[in-house]
C-alpha cells in the first residue's frame, strides 16, 4: 500500500521559514495530483497547496504568496516551503496523494 511520511515540522518564530518534506513509498507523486493539508486545533482541515500531475499549483489564500508546494519526481518527494511563518499557520500539516492517501501529519508551531 501506498505510504507517505512526513517530516520537517517544528517550532519557528513569526516570520520564520520551514520546509516540510513527505516521502512517498508504494507510488508515484508525478502521476497523481498531489496536496498538502492543515488541521489547528478546533478547525476542520483545510487544503493548503496542491499540484497537478501536468505541474498546475493552487494555493489556500491564506497562505498565497507565502508558501510554495512542489516535487521531485526522482525522489518521490513533495516538498511544502513555507515563509513569512504566521501564528495562524499553527497546524499539523499533512500530505496527501489521489485519491485518498495521507501522512501522518507533521506539526508545525508558529510562536515567540
Known amino acids: 500500500q501506498v505510504q507517505l511520511v512526513e517530516s520537517g515540522g517544528g517550532l519557528v518564530q513569526p516570520g520564520g521559514s520551514l520546509r516540510l518534506s513527505c516521502t512517498v513509498s508504494g507510488g508515484r507523486v508525478s502521476i497523481v495530483p498531489v496536496a498538502w493539508y492543515r488541521q489547528a486545533p478546533g478547525q476542520q482541515r483545510e487544503l493548503v497547496a496542491g499540484i497537478s500531475i501536468g505541474g498546475n499549483t493552487n494555493y489556500a489564500v491564506s497562505v498565497k504568496g507565502r508558501f510554495t508546494i512542489s516535487r521531485d519526481n526522482a525522489k518521490n518527494t513533495l516538498y511544502l516551503q513555507m515563509n513569512s511563518l504566521k501564528p495562524e499557520d499553527t497546524a499539523v500539516y499533512y500530505c496527501?496523494?489521489?485519491?485518498?492517501?495521507w501522512g501522518q501529519g507533521t506539526q508545525v508551531t508558529v510562536s515567540s
Open positions: 496527501n496523494t489521489w485519491p485518498n492517501r
